[in-house]
């Protein structure tokens, strides 16, 4: 296979011939180093390595291309990551690429002269090239698993997969290299087959595939100053915080690290990663540096109860089994509200899906897709969805847009992205997977059917706490009452029996 193409694009010379012998030290083993002094000429030669099928990882240029010229390597390799080079102390430079970067013509850029290229030059090229070779390149499959395309068991296992991390290799059980494995292994049971080297599971509970790969999937025991509840981004700071302070800490998690924030393709308003972060590394990274601090991780269990022992918590898991705990920090999160359309519940999986189930993006190549939301999630899922799609609509019941404003100037400036204001989803349409949506312009009265590759529902939330029972006051959607909420919407609770206030 030809390597990957990393391109250098600047109208010095000297510092074109200086970055490329740089970049060829590090990087040449693994991708062609190729160079040009004119953009129009690098251009060119960047439209015609794609139209060869050549894959184009990374192009680093200087500012004095323009933004315009970004986005044309943008609409021409969608997937390779954009670096602006910038001149030390060139204020206007610096403005453009602030600009440029903001808009999502750019992602990021690089300071010229880079001094020792070891403490600003590689490390940005590497992050920029392993966040391109995640989703450009074919992973070493950890986990082979073969059953029913489009049955609801395979997909959630797929949606696991992809925020757990876990490279998979997903085959139709009934495709001439499904049935060849199904009969290598000698199973002849339940489907989807699950296979790890020479083991074979069918049709398995989460955490029996958990344990096959060596996850942690029961706790230690014992007496714990705090169990947290869900590793999403505030468990997972909660776990940091409580482990790094010699507290003996257990996260339980159902699913995966992260939550949504998981999901998420890009973050680019995180603290601390100028260039963004996509939600499952962000997780890796949180749940890691717990780790190294102490805490412990139980994954795949759910919790099922919490009740007083003493002057202690005994928090329920599903099982049968319970931890005792000083403390427990209740991080469960929230999951999307469904949608009552007709049709739609039948499809979820085969084309429809809740959240923004970045994994099926690449097959998404050429076709239509349309997303319900208008929220940051709605919006991040946009953007990643239009790097594949043909088109990506968003539909939104109200007059405005609700995410952050670096989100709608970046699908302001994709120009296959949609937005329709006052749109409702009325309907969808398809036998064995989704076919078309039909919506409804709440202004006009009229109603439109269009060919659809895929729906992505993200509206609403609602939260996990029905597990808290009568234990903790909630209000009536279910979210858990704090401060003076406490006392006012006690709703004939018993009342707040300290002398300080909640």
């Not at 013509?105 to 090229?125: D, N, S």
């Not at 319970?322 to 499809?347: H, K, P, Q």
């Not at 939104?396 to 970046?410: F, I, N």
Request: charged content about 20%; proline content about 5%.
């Amino acid at each position: 296979m030809t390597e990957p193409i990393l391109f250098v694009v600047d109208d010095d010379p000297a510092t074109l011939e200086a970055l490329a012998a740089v970049l060829e030290r590090r990087f040449g083993a693994d991708y062609r180093i190729l160079a040009d002094a004119s953009p129009a000429s690098a251009l060119a030669r960047i439209e015609q390595a794609c139209e060869r099928g050549e894959k184009v990882a990374l192009v680093v240029a200087s500012e004095t291309s323009g933004p315009d010229w970004f986005v044309r390597v943008r609409d021409l390799c969608s997937g390779a990551g954009r670096c602006m080079l910038v001149g030390y102390a060139d204020a206007r430079a610096y403005a453009v690429s602030r600009r440029a970067i903001a808009l999502g013509q750019a992602e990021t850029f690089l300071l010229k002269p880079w001094g020792h290229p070891e403490e600003r030059l590689y490390p940005v090229v590497s992050e920029m090239l392993a966040s391109w070779a995640r989703t450009a390149l074919p992973q070493p499959a950890i986990l082979r698993i073969v059953g029913e395309r489009w049955s609801s068991r395979f997909v959630e296992l797929r949606d696991l997969a992809a925020r757990n991390s876990i490279a998979c290799e997903f085959l139709a059980h009934d495709s001439a290299e499904g049935q060849r494995l199904l009969h290598e292994m000698g199973h002849t049971g339940r489907l989807p087959a699950v296979i790890f080297r020479n083991q074979v599971l069918g049709d398995p509970m989460n955490a029996e595939i958990a344990e096959m790969l060596g996850g942690h999937t029961e706790p230690e025991g014992g007496l714990y100053d705090l169990v947290i509840v869900g590793a999403g981004p505030a468990g997972l700071a909660a776990a940091v915080y409580g482990a790094s302070d010699g507290l003996r800490t257990l996260v339980i998690e159902s699913k995966a690290p992260g939550g949504q924030a998981g999901t998420t393709s890009m973050i680019r308003n995180y603290l601390g990663f100028p260039r963004g972060i996509s939600g499952a590394d962000l997780a890796s990274r949180a749940q890691e540096q717990a780790i190294s601090l102490g805490a412990e991780f139980v994954i795949t269990r759910e919790v099922t109860g919490l009740a007083p022992d003493g002057d202690e918590w005994s928090v329920a898991l599903a099982g049968g089994s319970a931890v005792r705990a000083r403390t427990v920090l209740v991080g469960t999160g929230v999951s999307y509200n469904r949608l009552e359309i007709e049709g739609l519940d039948a499809l979820v999986g085969k084309g429809v899906f809740y959240g923004p189930a970045t994994m099926e993006a690449p097959a998404l190549a050429g076709q239509d897709v349309f997303l319900v939301g208008a929220g940051n999630s709605a919006g991040q899922a946009a953007v990643h969805l239009a790097r594949y799609a043909a088109t990506v609509t968003l539909l939104v019941r109200g007059t405005s847009l609700s995410m952050s404003d670096y989100l709608v100037k970046q699908m302001g400036r994709t120009d296959n992205i949609r937005i329709r204001l006052q749109t409702a989803l009325v309907r969808v349409h398809g036998q064995r997977r989704l076919e078309a949506v039909e919506v409804r312009d709440r202004m006009k009265e009229t109603s439109e059917r269009m060919r659809a590759g895929a729906l992505f529902v993200l509206i609403g939330a609602g939260p996990h706490t029905a597990w808290l029972a009568k234990m903790v006051q909630r209000d009536p959607q279910g979210y858990i009452l704090t401060g003076p909420n406490v006392i006012r919407d006690a709703r004939g609770e018993p009342p707040w029996r300290l002398a300080r206030a909640p």
